[in-house]
């Protein structure tokens, strides 16, 4: 069965949201050693005694491994619902041939 593409939106959707929820879920469970606000007085320091091409060049750099983290993190979450959803077909076919 071939994918149209509003399925195929669909199942992102559908797992963009499912992330969104589980993450959040896993997040209020996690005690920070760190507290946030503070972490972010300090990082506002640091930017603030940077010129602004320093401060440029750390944010994009943030950017991007924030970016990288998450397109990688979605790439093995689907990785793992299609394997998923491969093994359980081929799991229901061999339940099949056995009754």
Avoid: N
């Avoid at 199942?11 to 209020?28: C, P, Q, R």
């Avoid at 506002?44 to 440029?56: R, Y």
């Avoid at 944010?59 to 924030?66: G, L, P």
């Avoid at 998450?70 to 041939?97: C, H, P, Q």
């Amino acid at each position: 069965m071939k994918l149209t593409k509003e399925i195929e939106e669909f199942v992102s959707l559908t797992i963009t949201e499912h992330m969104g929820k589980a993450y959040a879920e896993w997040k209020i469970k996690q005690q920070s050693v760190t507290e946030p606000d503070k972490v972010e007085e300090e990082y506002e320091k640091v930017i603030a005694s940077l010129s602004p091409e320093q401060e440029e060049a750390i944010t994009k750099y943030c950017d991007a491994i924030f970016s990288s983290g998450a397109d990688t993190e979605e790439f093995f979450y689907r990785l793992g619902l299609k394997d998923g959803l491969k093994l359980r077909k081929v799991i229901k076919g061999i339940l099949k041939s056995l009754s």
